[in-house]
């Protein structure tokens, strides 16, 4: 089952990338599917995130104590703030890891 | 391979270096996730050797924990990887009159870095054994992260406990900060966001994947009503 997986995605993944270097493919994506699939990488990241924050445990909690909550919104602000992705992803977890012990 | 030829080469592996080390945390996760979810090593590496696009992987392995089954994992992953259709599309100038071989081989190797370091070069200047020395730099750099990741996860105890998962929503969220500069953007995420804990709370097998499509339709249609009105 996991190679099945890992042999699935790698095609299709290759898929993605060697589709438009096919010489032979007259194929072109239309405006609409572009701007459609321009919304991909912000549309399934948030879609993963989701309930990873909002239901640890696959335990719906709304809390505004919830510490994956609370270290999210760190994030988000180290990014507005200081526009360093690395930082503001390592400076976030540290945080939560923090908030967890204190909150548990 | 002639003097010109390595020097290329050369050139284009110098130039990968801070980007791959920049990618260090994610290999590592990459690896120790994979660890994390019961996979073996074997395979944890092979996704990172087969496979080779981290967002992808990482979101395969979080699906896996998660009990998904492989048909909306594929799906997930499919969707996820979709911009590198627009990657391949913008280079297609540059790589499509190229040798079959070459065209699979760098087209293997068409990252998101690969891409921004590779993709300013029009057809006189491009340089195929530049990009290879980019491509394949990467790759190297990328599995070595992996393996270092795969060798922690199995020798550290109970580091499913360690909140590992935070680091994948870390990742992401500063990802996806960025990219939200305007309402249609802000608008997917927030459906997104809603209903993938909504469809989840309801115990939908294809909770991630109808909450992102949902998410990029609606972004999409916010777009086309703002083009309309201006």
């Known amino acids: ?104 | 391979m002639p003097q010109l030829a390595r020097h290329a080469f050369l050139h284009g592996a110098l130039a990968i270096v801070p980007l791959s080390l920049a990618v260090a945390p994610w290999g590592l996760l990459a690896g120790s996730m994979a660890i994390e979810a019961n996979l073996t090593a074997l395979q944890g590496q092979g996704l990172s050797a087969i496979v080779f696009a981290g967002a992808a992987q990482l979101v395969a392995i979080g699906m896996l924990k998660g009990g998904a089954n492989l048909a909306s994992i594929l799906l997930t992953t499919l969707l996820l990887t979709s911009q590198h259709l627009l990657y391949g599309l913008s280079m297609r100038p540059v790589l499509s009159p190229l040798p079959l071989r070459w065209r699979m081989g760098l087209g293997f190797l068409l990252t998101d870095e690969f891409f921004a370091l590779t993709s300013r070069y029009d057809q006189q200047q491009f340089n195929r054994w530049y990009a290879l020395g980019v491509g394949l730099t990467f790759y190297v750099a990328w599995n070595l992260f992996t393996l270092v990741g795969i060798i922690v996860g199995q020798n550290i105890p109970h580091l499913d406990q360690l909140g590992l998962d935070f680091s994948i929503v870390a990742t992401f969220v500063a990802l996806i900060t960025p990219l939200v500069r305007n309402l249609p953007t802000l608008v997917c995420v927030a459906v997104s966001l809603f209903t993938s804990v909504l469809f989840t709370h309801w115990h939908w097998e294809t909770a991630l994947v109808a909450a992102g499509l949902l998410g990029m339709g609606a972004g999409f249609v916010c777009q086309k009503l703002a083009e309309g009105r201006s």
């Open chain 1, 1 to 104: 089952m996991i190679w099945l997986l890992i042999a699935g995605m790698g095609t299709l993944v290759f898929l993605n990338r060697y589709a438009f270097l096919e010489p032979r493919l007259p194929l072109r994506l239309g405006s609409n599917a572009r701007q459609f699939l321009g919304f991909a990488v912000p549309g399934m990241l948030t879609a993963i995130c989701g309930p990873i924050i909002f239901m640890p445990d696959h335990q719906l909690d709304l809390s505004l104590l919830n510490p994956y909550l609370l270290g999210s919104l760190v994030a988000i602000a180290l990014v507005l703030l200081t526009r360093r992705v690395l930082l503001s992803m390592l400076v976030s977890m540290l945080i939560f890891f923090l908030l967890r012990s204190w909150l548990a």
